[in-house]
């Protein structure tokens, strides 16, 4: 798996846009963009995916440079639940395997401020 | 609506002990797998199963044992408890490209 750059932490009001940034130069063609988090004490949760394209779903959008080698996730109204440790993965897309787990990096903690 | 549900959510046990923690997912879900993850390790795979009777090792498997009789549970049993093997435990499931993790057990080992 390709490795992926995060800042360790970040701060963002509450109620405003957060914007998460992962850099992967290395992610090869059939890799994709994975983001997760982990709240305090939780098991990690999914966000989102994407290959190439912008995407978006309740949670969140992602949005991938052209060159594929960097990405930002987009909290768009982040509430103080927001609060955790966000990881952004780069892997092939099918979960066939140990060769095709996740590897979880150190990640973002993000904290939102009231 | 289940999901993945994990139990013991907390368990203190002795050196040597059995402990099995149990892991059950109401997705029908083909793929399970048991991680860890310890302060300065991130979560670190120990066993996954591709479907039922179909187990395999991950990056640590030692000294622990797993089973799947039935495609909802993936029980995790550590035969003879060790202090090192105090740790966060997270079972997770994925039918396709993306992994649904359980709440967690937080194991201790006196």
């Known amino acids: 798996d390709a490795k992926t750059t995060q800042p360790p932490s970040m701060d963002c009001a509450e109620g405003r846009a957060a914007n998460l940034p992962c850099n992967h130069s290395?992610?090869?063609?059939?890799?994709?963009v994975y983001w997760y988090r982990q709240i305090h004490s939780q098991g990690p949760q999914y966000i989102i995916h994407?290959?190439?394209n912008n995407e978006t779903n309740e949670m969140a959008s992602l949005i991938i440079t052209e060159d594929r080698k960097s990405s930002t996730l987009i909290l768009p109204h982040a509430t103080l639940r927001d609060t955790a440790v966000y990881y952004c993965i780069v892997r092939v897309g099918f979960f066939g395997g140990a060769t095709n787990k996740l590897i979880f990096g150190t990640g973002t903690l993000l904290a939102v401020q009231p | 609506d289940a999901g993945i549900t994990q139990s013991p959510r907390y368990k203190i046990t002795e050196t040597g002990r059995q402990v099995t923690l149990m892991c059950h997912q109401t997705w029908s879900h083909s793929y399970m797998f048991w991680y860890r993850q310890d302060l300065g390790h991130g979560l670190r795979l120990i066993y996954y199963s591709a479907a039922a009777d179909i187990t395999d090792k991950g990056e640590v498997p030692d000294g622990y044992v797993v089973s799947r009789s039935k495609t909802e549970n993936f029980p995790l049993t550590l035969e003879s408890a060790t202090r090192s093997q105090t740790s966060v435990y997270f079972c997770a499931s994925s039918s396709g490209d993306t992994q649904y993790f359980g709440p967690g057990t937080r194991l201790t080992v006196l």
């Open positions: 290395t992610i090869s063609g059939n890799e994709y």
């Open positions: 994407g290959l190439k």
